[in-house]
């Protein structure tokens, strides 16, 4: 929404703040001014002038030398505009002055052009006349401006004058930015009561007179809703004997301040009373309304309708028509139709101000591809109280600017009319939820200035129906707050009962997580919650993969964005890829983010979302073991002291087939880590070898545990043997460890491993492994035969998997 | 006669030790004195030869030159020991501007360093830190939020849509009404997380992005505890010179409403090309929960009262760092994380 600051001093006489100031106490108040620019901007000693005498120059053709009057003195000024001749007025900059722009309409410059004296092909200049573009306008806005050449004023401008004001420019253009709840603030009115309101000035709007001859609307035309769920009001009134003509300078100026362009005296007038009222308005050739009448219903499935700009629209039953008694003639609130608009040769009007369901509107206006001027007002759901004012107000225009022969009464069909609605009025409840002291009676100037209305005897505040969004005491307390002034309300801090500030269980481990994760050597990264399908592809998915059961959304910003991520692995690949593009050598990342798992499609209830810490990386010190580590060292801080298992029995597509396992922690899968298949990491386009680890935290963090008992520190000797083993190349460290810890007992206290081998002495096929076992016992020294009994145990157990111990 | 030769002895041993100019020197000096073969050793032996009645005077003598002759050796041993370090010292002098060896650490992500400061002040107030689904039911991204079916802000071009009612959540709004449902009063959360929106990707949007919901609800709570409250908080946030300014705003779900601007904290407030020449940088919306949110969640707007605020957290991290394009937060280039 932009308006001039002129047009709303003119509604609030009384306003006189400067620019800036004005912008801040409007945000302050509550209609946010996103920015402003003044008209007059870089337009300096520029005055209306007198062509008096034009000759040819001497030397050059395309040029002529111009005496040219400005009030007290007469000048000489070289032009090479075409289109001067004696007698005409045209704006003038003095020697000295400044221009906003050049000629031929291109960006203005930010210190504009300063005019100096010249001298063109030797003849002196003393100044210079000014196109419509270097005044910093276009022909945009003054139509009347020729193509290539100067702007001429009418007649009746005085010669010395200021042109800046002659062409009503020292004036400021503010755009607001206007919430979605004020309605009413769609309007230069709307904007003006706010304005009023905020600087405590009166608020003066338009005195709309009677308008219309002895003849009635009612016997021009016949007003029928047949849809009132979607048309609440109807107002029609009917012009006669119509004069097109342009509309005056003061009409063309303020809508040119508001961004429109003018076009002549009836289109203008629709123009003005839409900003100033906020109401968009039809006008239709009457002569075209069959049966004189009108009927608003709703369009059948299929029906066609060719709309004023030439265009065939496909409507539906939800849209809604307006309609004679032989056809469409509008799409009601969006844009009238072809067969009734209006041309240079009409004489008759029928003029429609009526209301339209917002929603409606706007989805109909979606749906047709089709948003208008008016539909855009019409979808935030329009006061049909005000349909009327408008349409009065355009009338009382009409005779105004001679435009037409306006007829008496208006046809109004209103099945349901508006009232104003009312709020009890409790300042103490007021005052304790803003936390403020108001006095009860300054509280109800504000409402008075708002236009507001207050029923003493009952208390209460009485709403109409401009302020559709006051619907309850917590909005007339907003008011309060706006005008006493949100800055003036003081600053306290909530008291009452004291509550514990705390991350959750879940969000402390997550916190270790990406502590273990960063402290060995991780980034953390953030990747998109929704991909392509086509990670599948590239992660080896086989076509029935469980993973590829995804939830899609259905309005996807594309496709490479349109299923939620059910494996984590593609935004750390993606990320690691980029970096290895772009050359960084040896990069790790980890991610910790959301998949989203269905528990049926299409989705009828919500997913589980499930958290997953990812880690990867393609420096080459995280081999498959490093990133053991990193799992363990996390397991161990967040109390998973037990037994980790590492199971190759699931394959998984994406990873390298004899490098990867799942991790079972406590009987349950907690994640899997392993090397990154060669052809996913050629599909990913990363040229190196890369590990991934991802971990399913909803498994993991109900086994976490921050307890943490002390353990004694060991005060008798440990008994240390060390075994080296043959065995074949198929039996895991894992196989063999959980031997040596079965058999081992409650004495065992670690079992590492410190050598294999394979190569010469072996055999082929098998592998040697030595071991250091450690037994302690917490109360005494461990005799000698009681460790070698445990050692025969573990060693005939280890002999019946087929285990040898080296010689 | 033995009282000369100890004389000798002991002065030429004394003189050898001093001159000795290394531990094996030394130590040869100290065998051909001192060592069972050695001359002093071998004096003691010939004092067989002593009238007794001189012995027990030779003897004392002996002893004292031996005593002495160990002295020496100690302190000989010490300075050759020390000389020894220092030269060792002199010999490792390195160069202390050589490059630093860091330890290969891993960096947070900028959002997640903002977010911890973030949710330290909260933490710090009082607020429990709660979380909500990113997949969410329209009934409480929109509907229990005041914003009814056909509003404009459900419109699909905003709104990702999996089902008819089922969505990605547009805002961390809905946590507030899940909490109510979940607590009684006195509630202070905060619910940090990810949404949204339908806007394709370029330097200051994207579809994905994080905000921090708060909300407290107990009795007595005013629009003035919302002000203290944000404002305690963008002076720790933003440092203790910030000065805060609240503008009318419109959300469905709050009212009043409010949006908080921060002074610039480039430029402190005179205007810059950071802040627009504005001198105010927009950080936030709030406003005090709306009484029809507050029923509908099942908590009675005549008993209590309570304030909502959201954090865009982008928005935080992209100011604090002077980070000019979004789409840096997600590409994750290494270069770009190792500088938080």
Known sequence: MNTSYNWIKAYVPGLDAGDREYADAMTLSGTKVESYSRLDKNLEKIVVGKVEKIERHPDADHLIICQVNVGDEVIQIVTGAPNVFEGAKVPVVLVGGRVAGGHDGGPLPEEGIKIKKGKLRGVESYGMMCSIEELGSSREYYPEAPENGIYIFPDNVEVGKDAVEALGLHDTVFEYEITSNRVDCFSLLGIAREAAATFRKDYVPPVVTETGNNEKASDFIKVRIDAPDLCSRFCARIVKNIKIAPSPEWMQRRLASAGIRPINNLVDITNYVMVEYGQPMHAYDWDQISNHEIIVRRAQDGDEFQTLDGQVRKLDHDMLMICDGEKEVGLAGIMGGENSKITDDVTTMLFEAACFDGTNVRLSAKRLGLRTDASSIFEKGLDPNNTELAINRACQLVEELGAGEVVGGMVDVYPHPWTSRRIAFRPDWINSFIGTDVDPETMKEYFKRLGLGFDEDAQEVIVPTFRQDLEQEADIAEEVARFFGYDNIPTTLPRGEATAGKLSFKQRIEAVARQVAEYSGFSQAMTYSFESPKVFDRLLLTEDAPEREAIRISNPLGEEFSIMRTVSLNGILTSLATNYNRRNKSVSLYEMGNIYIPRELPLTELPDERMQLTLGSYDSKYDFFAMKGVVEEFFDKIGLSGIKEYRVDTRRPYLHPGRQADIWYGGVKVGYLGELHPQVADNYGIGERTCIAVLDMPEIVPQATFDHKYMGIARFPASSRDISMVMKKSITAGEVESVIRGKGGKLLESCELFDIYEGKQIMSGFKSMAYNIVFRASDRTLEDREVNDIMEKILSALKEMGIELRA | ?340
């Open chain 2, 1 to 340: 006669m033995i009282k000369d030769n100890l004389e000798k002895i002991r002065q030429d041993a004394v003189k050898k030790m001093m001159e000795s100019e290394t531990m094996e020197a030394l130590n040869e000096i100290r065998v051909a004195y001192l060592g069972k073969k050695g001359e002093l050793t071998n004096l003691l032996k010939s004092m067989k030869d002593v009238d007794p009645k001189d012995r027990p005077t030779v003897g004392k003598l002996v002893n004292e030159a031996r005593e002495e002759l160990e002295k020496h050796l100690s302190e000989a041993q010490a300075r050759l020991a020390m000389e020894k370090r220092r030269l060792q010292l002199e010999s490792e002098v390195i160069d202390v501007t050589l490059p630093a060896k860091k330890s290969v650490v891993g960096h947070p992500h900028p959002n997640r360093v903002a977010l911890d400061e973030v949710e330290r002040i909260f933490v710090g107030m009082g607020y429990e830190v709660v979380e909500g689904p990113e997949i969410e039911y329209d009934y409480y991204n929109f509907e229990a939020l005041n914003i009814p079916a056909n509003h404009p802000a459900k419109d699909e071009q905003d709104t990702f849509y999996i089902t008819k009612d089922i969505l990605l959540r547009t805002q961390t709004s809905p946590v507030q009404v899940r909490t109510m449902e979940k607590k009684k009063p006195p509630i202070r959360v905060i619910s940090p997380g990810r949404v949204f929106r339908s806007d394709e990707v370029d330097a200051t949007h994207s579809p994905s992005f994080h905000q921090i919901e708060g909300m407290v609800i107990d009795k007595g709570i005013t629009f003035a505890d919302l002000k203290g409250t944000l404002q305690q908080f963008a002076k720790e946030m933003f440092g203790e010179d910030t000065r805060v300014k609240f503008r009318p705003h419109h959300f469905p779900f709050t009212e009043p409403s409010a949006e908080m601007d921060v002074s610039c904290f480039k430029c402190g407030g005179k205007g810059c090309r950071f802040c627009k020449n504005e001198g105010w940088i927009e950080i936030l919306g709030c406003g005090m929960v709306h009484p029809k949110v507050l029923r509908m969640s099942g908590i009675d707007p005549e008993i209590y009262s309570g304030f909502a605020f959201g954090i865009g957290l982008e928005r935080i991290a992209l100011l604090k760092y002077e980070i000019d394009d979004m789409r840096l937060l997600y590409e994750n280039d290494i270069r770009f994380l190792r500088q938080f």
